[in-house]
Nanobody, 115 residues
Framework: QVQLVESGGGLVQPGWSLRLSCAAS????????MGWYRQAPGKQRELVAV???????NYADSVKGRFTISRDDPKNTVYLQMNSLKPEDTAVYYC?????????WGQGTQVTVSS
């Protein structure tokens, strides 16, 4: 059984930074792709960034150059470093673990960017 626990969300001003963390239980973390998704009020959940087990990354166009996804396999943890935050980044951020046809989700962490 896989459990994902996100942390690091909060209220920040435009231009500030936050780092989200997602700690995973279970033994498949090292062979799984990890991703961060977000869902703003009234909108569908969207992919923010993904990192494969080999370390390849992909980002949504809206966050390229500002966000960085990384993983620490010995700690079973994936991170999302978010810089130059904008009000439009406000959303609940969810951690995702994908292993073949299986998807696991965390409970989400709120990020609010407002002056």
């Amino acid at each position: 059984q896989v459990q994902l626990v996100e942390s690091g969300g909060g209220l920040v001003q435009p231009g500030w930074s936050l780092r989200l963390s997602c700690a995973a239980s279970g033994s498949i973390f090292r062979v799984a792709a990890m991703g961060w998704y977000r869902q703003a009020p009234g909108k569908q959940r969207e992919l923010v960034a993904v990192i494969t087990s080999g370390g390849s990354t992909n980002y949504a166009d809206s966050v390229k150059g500002r966000f960085t996804i990384s993983r620490d396999d010995p700690k079973n943890t994936v991170y999302l470093q978010m810089n130059s935050l904008k009000p439009e980044d406000t959303a609940v951020y969810y951690c995702n673990l994908n292993f073949f046809t299986r998807d696991y989700w965390g409970q989400g962490t709120q990020v609010t960017v407002s002056s």
